[in-house]
């Protein structure tokens, strides 16, 4: 499977922005699909994720309520919609498959290349 990761950008502290992740060479059927996030100098962390049957999720608390992760069957796309942005949000995202034990760890098999956000004023 390959994930291409899309939609970073400069944003404004409180601002919004739209994360995607087209998946392609199979159908995600039962899979689970991660974003993840690296801050420079810092190590890759869990942001949220979907199982792709059942949508159910999972976020890291600094994000609940303000993240939202969905997914479009038609695109096998996975999308990770951003609000109230933080400075802090800063980092690089990826966007990741098959988890190879718990959800919230790095573990994936698959990863995308990663797309930049940047919060700033």
């Known amino acids: 499977v390959q994930l291409q990761a899309s939609g970073g950008g400069l944003v404004q502290p409180g601002g919004s922005l739209k994360l995607s992740c087209a998946a392609s060479g199979r159908t995600l059927g039962n899979s689970i699909i991660g974003w993840f996030r690296q801050a420079p100098g810092k190590e890759r962390e869990f942001v949220a994720a979907?199982?792709?049957?059942?949508?159910?999720?999972w976020y890291e608390n600094s994000v609940k309520g303000r993240f939202l992760i969905s997914r479009d069957n038609a695109k096998n796309t996975v999308y990770l919609q951003m609000n109230s942005l933080k400075p802090e949000d800063t980092a690089v995202y990826y966007c990741a498959t098959d988890p190879r034990g718990n959800v919230y760890s790095v573990n994936y098999n698959y990863w995308g290349q990663g797309t930049l956000v940047t919060v700033s004023s």
């Open positions: 979907i199982l792709w049957s059942s949508s159910n999720t």
